[in-house]
């Protein structure tokens, strides 16, 4: 059988010879399993009754049904009367614990919204599920098709072979809500193949279903003899020849060995009824509406949703239909009279797709090659500007002009990287210039009016007189932003690209760019008329993906969030182009000490290990620490070997070894990564130009690269020798926001804990009033020491940190961590309902919100696999406050943007990271005392909070100076 990749998305045809796929689900093996995840915190209703597997059962179905995409469904149940096996055998089974009545009650449920489904469950009195499988797989498999079997039964193993696979809950690896077993990977852990499963259970019997086999025979035994007889039966006809006590009991329990075998082997003949058909069993005909109104009624809005994304999928054919290769109508524009009629026409459509070409990706020196744009889906246009017969860059502009102009919704995907490169280009719009100092005002649509630019010339790239000038834009809505705000969580590597979208959601399959520019070429190498149906089908997708993205912000309620998205653009752009200055000059001095430091540390580390070795290699490293050294590891690799990452040499720091391992890869780093790259990445003012990233993070935070400006060390000296490397330009001064404890404020607010909010209300040290409380001490009385452990819990409790994590991170006893836990929890009993309540309504949502109304779905909460669950249940708790942390930054960001563009004080923000906003202002004291209020008040009046946000304002030449 052909092996599939169910680590994600499988293709949309799982069936790639032709055979159609059926899946035939195991229901009680995922309902108790569902059901026995959360029976330490039960999911209620409304009535308080247990929904547990009713919540985990659905939201199992629906994934299942939209990550695999069978072409049939079948639902297989147990007989609501004794089977044959009790008749044969009334102690079958007996072992097993009452099924608990909560659990009981949900069945009915269950089997009522299948039906509102439309899902067809088979169920055959006398016989057990694994029978029905077992006759409608056997069925199936003859008739051509390919069928999967999903449950983690091992006697299901038997039908493993040929055209029959097995889905089992992730074991090999437990992040994987399915994973496939074939028959090597059957031999491979049992050591025998499918078909010998049933003579391997007739020997050893199974404890779970009180089968009894032959006493005193295991599983290396029983492998042993149906390895070499080949069969239970073959055993017995030579079983005279097994000496030993062994052969003693095989020959004394050979009665219970084939009554055994009669019981484990599965049944093939179950009738299923006279109405059965694999035609019935079609995906095609579930009604998910249904479904979803009825999980709603059973209060599951989160499976709710998933069968509403369902249902949406199949209305628009785009989830459920195979990819298919597009096949648009797309021309090329060389005459201008022409491209303004086309822009005529757009305009009037109201809406339209734009897309740049160039032969870079960096903005600030990337060359326009062309563009395109659309406004009716599946056509497209392209305008060459580079090559024989392209049109003239400036009769372009001036047609660009009357559309961006216009006011019609313009679509990018990346809408910053176009913007920037129409700027760089010297696209400025013509007569809006003389607008440029305005800002952007984002619609209650979530549409951006953009007019944004550079007021200084300090950047490279732009119009002759050195001025980067941003294009007015009309309404502009990025379809990458939209896609991000719907789902900031997904994990797909690219997920976000344009191409990856189109499939997904349009379920088109478009040109790959590396399939028109070779190696080492450009785009600007590529012929127009390739390059025309590349680009233009760009545009086509980017409006068609617009038609669904735009609706669905409406209906999830995330318009709002969108629109603040749409309006951070600008500003980012403009901080882009911005830059900050650096003293190259400085980090050339700070190499040069690193160097000198590095070829200390590395003398010594050789001189303890008594020889040299690659301190880069793990594997080198590994032989050093665990085996010529004897120290004991933590953590393994998959290869066996004992992992030498940070987090497990930091377990091991009191080693001075470990702690000299350490400090080299602490400085390596530093080197490589900034005191060395830094440089090389400045323009010809000596500033560099970092790419902010609004789809960076699931949370909503703002990241950067090239460079990554975000993890420079904070509090460390090396860290802050490279921040003063970045200074005022000649004339300016750096001013520096820094909101004060902002997730604290945060969480405060939002829990509402009595003692948490007083704290900030009063205007004290959070830290110093925690440990008072913890300790019982008076606020004057507060040690540094207990300060530093109630910080270390007051910010880890927002990362659900535990008793194991603070007694490593305090150096302390696991009893004490766990009482200073119980303890902290007794004061901030708010906090700890608020943390509480967050993981109950992601488990009932599957999402959390921040106080914009930002989501992140988070996806594992339900996991049967413990680590994957805790991992999500940290997340659950952290979102919350993180996002909203970073709704309250961009919403400060855009209030100043939009203060100093009323009330200029010589002043522009250059830098974001993390809480903390830099501006370069001008060095005279009026500009400063203003630019310092106007941030101070914007700032600390961004969202109205139960307690006061404080913010912290310095002033200085370098970044390294501050805080």
């Not at 119009?463 to 789902?487: K, R, Y």
């Not at 993070?697 to 970045?726: C, K, W």
């Not at 309250?888 to 100043?896: C, P, R």
Request: aromatic share 8%.
């Amino acid at each position: 059988m052909e092996s599939l990749d169910f680590s994600g998305n499988p293709p949309a045809d799982c069936g790639k010879d032709g055979r159609k796929t059926l899946f035939i689900l195991d229901s009680y093996g995922l309902i108790y399993r569902e059901y026995f995840a959360f029976v330490k915190r039960p999911l209620t209703n409304r009535a308080g009754e247990n929904i547990s597997a009713v919540h985990g059962f659905f939201n199992n179905l629906a994934l299942t049904l939209k990550n695999f995409r069978p072409d049939m469904f079948v639902v297989a149940l147990d007989s609501r009367v004794p089977t044959f096996r009790h008749e044969m055998y009334p102690e079958y089974k007996a072992n097993r614990q009452e099924t608990p009545d909560d659990l009981k009650a949900q069945f009915p449920w269950i089997e009522e919204i299948m039906a509102a489904l439309g899902i067809t469950a088979v169920r055959s009195d006398g016989f057990e599920a694994d029978d029905v499988i077992a006759t409608v797989a056997r069925r199936a498999s003859a008739e051509g098709f390919r069928v999967f079997v999903l449950s983690g039964d091992k006697d299901l193993l038997q039908l493993v072979g040929g055209n029959v696979g097995i889905l089992r809950p992730g074991k090999k690896d437990k992040t994987k809500m399915w994973e496939e077993v074939d028959s090597a990977l059957v031999e491979e852990e049992w050591g025998v193949p499918p078909e010998k499963i049933c003579d391997i259970l007739s020997l050893t019997g199974d404890t779970a279903d009180n089968v009894p086999g032959v006493k005193g025979v295991g599983g290396k035994t029983a492998v042993k003899f149906i390895k070499e007889y080949g069969s239970v039966e073959a055993l017995y006809e030579h079983s005279s020849e097994i000496k030993g006590a062994v052969g003693e009991k095989v020959r004394a329990d050979e009665e219970n060995a084939f009554f055994s075998k009669k019981l484990v082997a599965l049944r093939y003949d179950v009738p299923l009824g006279d109405g059965f058909s694999f035609e019935s069993l079609s995906v095609a005909s579930l009604d998910y509406s249904a479904a979803a109104k009825k999980l709603r009624e059973f209060s599951l809005p989160k499976a709710a949703g998933l069968f509403d994304e369902l249902s949406r999928g199949k209305d628009s054919e785009s989830e459920s239909v195979p990819l298919k290769k597009n096949e648009g109508d797309y021309k090329i524009v060389r005459d201008k009279d022409e491209l303004s009629a086309l822009f005529s026409c757009a305009i009037g459509k109201g809406v339209v797709a734009f897309d740049t070409e160039t032969d870079s990706l960096d903005t600030w020196s990337a060359n326009i090659v062309g563009f395109s744009f659309s406004f009716e889906a599946g056509s497209g246009f392209y305008v060459p500007l580079m090559g024989g017969g392209a049109m003239q860059k400036n009769d372009a502009f001036a047609c660009l002009e009357k559309l961006f102009s216009s006011g019609a919704t313009i679509v990018m995907h990346n809408a910053k990287f176009d913007i920037e490169v129409l700027a760089a280009n010297g696209f400025s719009g013509g007569p809006c210039v003389a607008e440029r100092n305005s800002r952007a005002k984002a619609g209650e649509d979530g549409q951006l009016d953009l007019f944004a630019c550079l007021d200084d010339g300090d950047s490279s790239g732009g119009a002759d007189d050195g001025e980067i000038v941003f294009p007015p834009c009309g309404s502009v809505f990025d379809t990458m932003i939209a896609a991000w705000v719907l789902e900031p969580g997904r994990s797909e590597k690219n997920s976000f690209s344009l191409e990856s979208l189109s499939e997904k959601i349009l379920s088109l399959k478009g040109t790959e760019f590396s399939e028109i520019v070779d190696r080492g070429k450009t785009f600007a190498d590529v012929p127009v008329e390739v390059a025309a149906q590349y680009s233009a089908e760009d545009s086509d997708f980017t409006l068609q993906l617009y038609s669904v993205l735009s609706g669905r912000l409406s209906e999830a309620g995330l318009s709002g969030v969108f629109a603040t998205e749409m309006r951070i653009l600008p500003i980012l752009a403009g901080m882009e182009a911005a830059g900050v200055h650096l003293d190259t000059g400085a980090l050339g001095t700070y190499r040069e000490e690193l160097s000198r430091a590095l070829s200390e540390i590395r003398r010594e580390i050789f001189d303890a290990a008594g020889h040299s070795f690659n301190i880069a290699s793990p594997k080198q490293l590994g032989v050093v620490l665990f085996e010529e050294m004897g120290l004991k590891g933590k953590r393994k690799t998959k290869s066996g070997g004992y992992s030498t990452d940070e987090e497990s040499l930091m377990e091991l720091v009191d080693n001075p070894f470990v702690a000299k391992i350490l400090d080299y890869r602490g400085k390596s780093k530093l080197l490589s990564t900034y005191v060395e790259a830094l440089p090389n990445l400045v323009d010809s003012s000596s500033r560099i130009h970092t790419n902010f990233m609004q789809t960076g993070t699931a949370t909503g935070r703002l990241s950067s690269r090239d460079p990554n400006l975000q993890n420079i060390p904070v509090r460390e000296e090396e860290g802050r020798r490279i921040r003063n490397a970045f200074t005022a330009a000649s004339g300016k001064v750096l001013i520096s926001a820094d909101y004060s404890q902002i997730e604290l404020v945060v969480l405060a607010h939002l829990s509402g804990d009595e003692n948490l909010c007083r704290a900030f209300n009063e205007g004290v040290d959070v830290h110093k009033s925690t440990a008072s409380l913890i300790y019982g001490v008076p606020i004057g009385e507060v040690t540094a020491e207990m300060r530093r452990s109630a910080k270390t819990f007051n910010f880890g409790i927002m990362y659900g940190m535990g008793a194991y994590r603070l007694a490593r991170d305090l150096g302390i006893g696991f009893h004490e961590a766990d009482e200073f836990i119980k303890a902290y929890f007794g004061i901030y009993s708010g906090v700890r309902e608020f943390l509480e309540k967050t993981v109950r309504d992601a488990e009932s949502t599957g999402f959390t919100s921040t106080i914009s109304g930002r989501r992140r779905e988070i996806r594992d909460i339900a996991s049967s696999n413990k680590t994957v669950r805790e991992a999500a249940v940290r997340m659950a708790k952290n979102s919350p406050i993180q996002g909203s942390a970073a709704d309250i930054v961009k919403k400060a960001m855009i209030d100043i943007d939009d203060a100093l563009s009323e009330n200029p004080t010589g002043a522009r923000l250059i830098l974001q990271v993390h809480d903390e906003l830099i501006f370069e202002c001008d060095d005279d004291e009026k500009s400063i005392s203003d630019t310092v209020a106007l941030v101070r008040d914007k700032m600390e009046h961004a969202y109205r909070l139960s307690v006061p946000l404080r913010v912290s304002v310095e002033v200085g030449k370098k970044w390294g100076e501050f805080h």
